[in-house]
């Protein structure tokens, strides 16, 4: 038996997995735009983007871990979201939230500053990377059979699904012996 408002509870649960997925895909791409100009210095260490070191950094080496946070983000945010709405368009939320955040950054402001330039191969290699995980991971998601329930047992009162081939038997020859197969 289910408690007395479980219907409402379970409701409220997937409006609140739908909400973190939305608020979740706008976080990612905040992250990983402001990982962007990430760089390691020439003794190891890490060089502050806003310290003024970066500027003055000789040899400094780009890390891409706007990257990986872009990927990985958006592939675990569209998986959450699957599963914690239960519904197929679900999976769209954190796409959303993602692609807000991506035009919000490609803007210029009234004194033409930009946080992504486009001449930056860590940028254009995240907004790449990111966007094509949501819209791979979206496209599989709502292509999926049976989308927040994978291994789900099916209810005993459930049919068993139908086979998309059905071979029909083959009759007996004329003298009553089964056919053999060749070979």
């Known amino acids: 038996m289910s408690a007395p408002g479980g219907g409402v509870v379970d409701g409220l649960l997937r409006v609140l997995g739908g909400l973190v997925g939305l608020v979740g895909g706008f976080v ?19 060089v502050s983007w806003y310290g003024g070191l970066a500027d003055t950094a000789i040899g400094s080496v780009r890390v891409p871990v706007a990257v990986v946070v872009a990927v990985g983000a958006n592939l675990v945010l569209i998986r959450f979201t699957e599963r914690a709405t239960g519904v197929r368009w679900g999976v769209l939320l954190p796409g959303l939230g993602w692609f807000v955040m991506v ?37 599989l998601a709502l292509i999926s059979p049976d989308p927040g329930r994978a291994g789900a047992a099916r209810p005993a009162s459930a049919p068993a699904p139908r086979t998309a081939i059905t071979i029909p038997a083959v009759p007996p020859r004329e003298d009553g012996t089964p056919h053999r197969p060749v070979g």
Do not use: S
């Open 28 to 46: 990612a791409g905040l992250l990983a735009v402001l990982l962007v100009p990430l760089r390691v210095g020439d003794a190891g260490e890490l």
């Open 103 to 139: 035009v919000a950054t490609l803007q210029t402001t009234a004194e033409r500053d930009r946080l992504l330039l486009p001449d930056d191969w860590v940028a254009v290699l995240t907004l790449f990377a990111g966007t094509t995980v949501v819209v791979i991971g979206t496209v």
